[in-house]
Structure formats: structure tokens, C-alpha cells
């Protein structure tokens, strides 16, 4: 067999293959296999048919056919492992040449990834934030302690906004009350504007058991966009009253006695989540520094499958939402669908580069994943996802996305490598020590459990040195493969 490799650009080649006719013995024996079952020949059992008799009774130019379609695929996926040719989606094939008992010509034009030269990489360095809490900051946060030991009063007069309602809703269409389209005895804040446009204006004044009826669009089902007439009743009126901040409050909301040793317990875990916020914005910063200096080729047709991709993802996510783009890009306070468009492809494009350069470090810095990095990053995505480990793995498993994660757990080890490497300094310059940056594993019901729940400062991705894929170094569409997908050659070999 004869190969040749042209460059087309800096992200596609053109493979020319030459397979000389004895090389196809395989391909023959295989067809000649499933003809021989499929092919009912008077005077031999299913199976037995000599070739030459199959040649003659389906024709030699439909067996030639079969033969190219299974050939093809093997045969280009020799050819790019034999020269380790890192391919990106499914090759455009092209037969150039078939001569019987001869020879079999081919063309393979494929996006591949693009060789990144990387710069000294030695001495990096960004700047972060100072870790600075403001009295505000806490005030914010023991306010969220206050509502959580709120009491709600009923009061008898008109609703104002704060209050709190129980409320019957009907909504109708054309005088027929739409299906679902009725609830009793939903609570409901006044002021929020959280569950449909105009309910606030119109149980404004209202007092329990007076009714009301006022028009608004409806977001969901058939009959979104249309106006609805909706009657709304107040059933009662409660007013929230929130504790007083004294120590009374501290003792009853924390384990502290006064209110002075919360406010000094809010601070210090406010601080701790900014360091960890130091760590994240360390992470993101040397990926834009890198995405500033490094020049990488974008394969287009790798950027178009993933935008498609993504494009076909929203669309059924808001096909089951009941909403359409128009809904969604007012409610995202986007101007219209070509500056989302222009937006989504601006982060698919960062996104493809940054897979690119962090595969190059790896690849330079001879980077392999083990057992430990695997299980490591399947705990962490699965607790992030809500699941057990080995539901994850097994909904890996069966997605067919094994090698997807592990190349994703080979970038992050990369970055993982480059950050700890990398000069933090804070706004004041002072070095930021990144082991300080590793969250502490916190089990629930411990102290520092509850005090992480109570300040509301957790995050789920806290550790910078482990989460590559929150700097969009990932793409869904397309992942660089030394392995050709033996099927889609095929069919494009039919072409």
C-alpha cells in the first residue's frame, strides 16, 4: 500500500492511498461472506455460492461497490495511525481509481489539528484580585440569615409590596379556562415580578377574598404569545417580620453568643471563599494570557459542527421549555439572533484554541492520565452533577465518551502543571501561595459544613487546579483523533 500526505493548510490534508489488489483479499472474503447469506441461488445452500457464481447473478461492478465501501474504512484508518495523523471528524473520500485485479485509488481530505508552536512557558505570571471583605459584603450575608429565620404574620388590610399572599389563579382563553391553567392556595411574594407580567399591578390594593382580572402573554405550551385573561384572588395577606440583630438573633441563627463573633465568623469565611476566588480568577487569567500569545489555526469546519451543535442543544432545550429564540433572546437581553450567533461563535473559537494549546503543553510536557487522575475527575464532575461516581462513569460509558474525558483530564493535568508553575500576585503585590487555593474537604454536617451553608459562600468549582473545563477548553462536536470512525468512512466512501 502507497500513501501520500499533502498539506492543504495548516488544518487539513489531503491523503492519497494506493491499494494494490491482493491487499483487498480481506475486504473480498467478507463481502463474498454476506452476499453468500443474503443471495438465494437455485442448487446451493444459503452460504455456498462460489464467487464467480455471485459475480454473475448480482453483477462484478456491484460486488467492486461493496468491496470499496468496506475497504476504504480500514484501510484510512492504517494510514493515519501509521502516521499518527491527528485527525478532527470524518474524512471527505474520494475514489480516484478502481481497476479490477489491479489497483484501488483514493483521496481523504480531513481537518486535522493544527501544530502550535508554544513559547518558553518558564517564567508566566498574572495578577488577582485582593482578598478585601467590606462590611457591606457581611451585611449582605447576615441578611440572608435573617430571612431564613423570618416569621410571616397575616395582617387584615390591602397588599403591599413585601407581603406574602395565598392566592387562586384562573387563566382563560377566548372564555374557555385554558388546561392547567388553574391553581388555589399558591403563595407568592408581591414585588418579585417572578411569576407572570402583570400580577403584581394587580393584587396591589387587593384584600383577602377580593378578586381581580388583567391580561398577560402566556410564556408556555401551543398557546404562547397569545394573550390570556387572568383572574386572580387573594385568599390571605402576611407580612414578613425579621428578628432583630442582637445577640439573641447570633445565639439562635449560629453557635455564637454574640452578635460581634457572627459578624467576625462572617468575614473570615467570606475571605476563605475569596481566596479560592483568587485561585479561579488565577486560572482564567493565564488561560486569556495564553490564548493572547500563542497563534493557533482554527479548523472552520470543526468551529461550524460545534455551533451547530450547540445551536440544535438550545433549540430542543427550549422546545421542551415551551419558549422560542425570539422569547429567549429578550429574556437574555440579547439584541437579536446575529449578535448571539456572533457571540457563540467567538466562544466556540476560544474554546477550540484553548483545547489546542493545552493539548500542545501536555503533549511537550509528555503528560499521561492514570487510574487516580480518572477517578479524581469522576468524583468531582459527578458531585458537581448530583450523581454517585459510578453513575457517572456508566453515563460515560454509554454516551460513548470515555476518550473525550480522559483527553479533558489530560488538558486539565496540563493547566493543572502550568499554574502551579505560574507567579500570583494580588492587586498589592503580594504572592499569592496557590496551595492555600485547595478547598478543604468538607463533609456535610460538620462545622465547617454548616458555616459554609449559613455564609451562602460555597462554590462548586473552587479548586483552579482542577478545572480546566471552566475556561471553555473543551469542545462537544469534535475531539482530535489518531483513530478513523471505520462506519462514517465508509459511508462517505459511497459518495
Known sequence: MKSTIEELGPTRVRMAIEVPWGDLDHAFGEVYKEL??????????????????????????????????????????????????????????????????????????????????????????????????????????????????????????????????????EAK??????????????????????????????????????????????????????????????????????????????????????????REDVRTRLARTKVLQQGAQARDKLVEHLLETIEVPIPENLVEREVEWRNQTMAG?????????????????????????????????????????????????????????????????AQRNRMSPEQYAQQLQQGGNIAEFVADVRRTKALAQLLEQTTITDASGNVVDLEALRPRTVQAGTEDGDEAEDADTATEDADPTTEAQDADATTEAGEVSTEADTEDAGNAAKA
Open 317 to 381: 432545550q427550549l422546545q421542551q421549555a415551551g419558549m422560542d429564540w425570539d422569547s429567549f433572546l429578550q429574556m437574555s437581553g440579547v439584541e437579536d439572533r446575529e449578535a448571539y450567533d456572533a457571540d457563540q461563535r467567538k466562544n466556540v473559537e476560544e474554546a477550540v484554541r484553548t483545547q489546542f494549546i493545552l493539548d500542545a503543553i501536555a503533549d511537550a510536557r509528555e503528560i499521561t492520565v492514570d487510574n487516580e487522575d480518572l477517578s479524581a475527575q469522576i468524583m468531582a464532575q
Open 173 to 262: 382563553l377566548d372564555g374557555e379556562v385554558l388546561e392547567d391553567g388553574s391553581t388555589t392556595g399558591m403563595s407568592y411574594e408581591v414585588g418579585t415580578g417572578s411569576l407572570m407580567e402583570g400580577l403584581d399591578d394587580a393584587v396591589r390594593g387587593l384584600s383577602a377574598d377580593e378578586s381581580k382580572t388583567f391580561q398577560t402573554a402566556l410564556l408556555n405550551g401551543p398557546d404562547a404569545g397569545q394573550q390570556a385573561d387572568v383572574t386572580v384572588t387573594v385568599r390571605s395577606v402576611k407580612t414578613k417580620e425579621l428578628p432583630e440583630l442582637d445577640d439573641e438573633f447570633a445565639s439562635t441563627a449560629s453557635e455564637f453568643d454574640t452578635l460581634e463573633e457572627l
Open 36 to 169: 453468500g447469506r443474503q443471495v438465494r441461488v437455485p442448487g446451493f445452500r444459503p452460504g455456498k455460492v462460489p464467487n464467480r457464481v455471485l459475480d454473475q447473478r448480482i453483477g462484478r461492478p456491484v460486488v467492486l461497490e461493496q468491496v470499496v465501501q468496506h475497504a476504504i474504512p480500514e484501510v484510512y484508518s492504517e494510514v493515519v495511525r501509521e502516521n499518527q495523523v491527528r485527525v478532527l471528524g470524518q474524512p471527505d473520500i474520494e475514489v480516484t481509481r478502481l481497476d479490477d485485479n489491479d489497483t484501488l485509488a483514493f483521496t481523504a481530505e480531513v481537518d486535522v489539528a493544527p501544530k502550535v508552536e508554544l513559547p518558553s512557558l518558564d517564567e508566566l505570571s498574572v495578577a488577582v484580585d485582593d482578598v478585601e471583605v467590606t462590611d457591606e459584603e457581611i451585611d449582605q450575608q447576615i441578611s440572608v440569615m435573617r430571612e431564613r429565620f423570618a416569621m410571616l404574620t397575616a395582617v387584615d388590610r390591602a397588599v403591599e409590596d413585601g407581603d406574602f399572599v395565598s392566592i387562586d389563579l
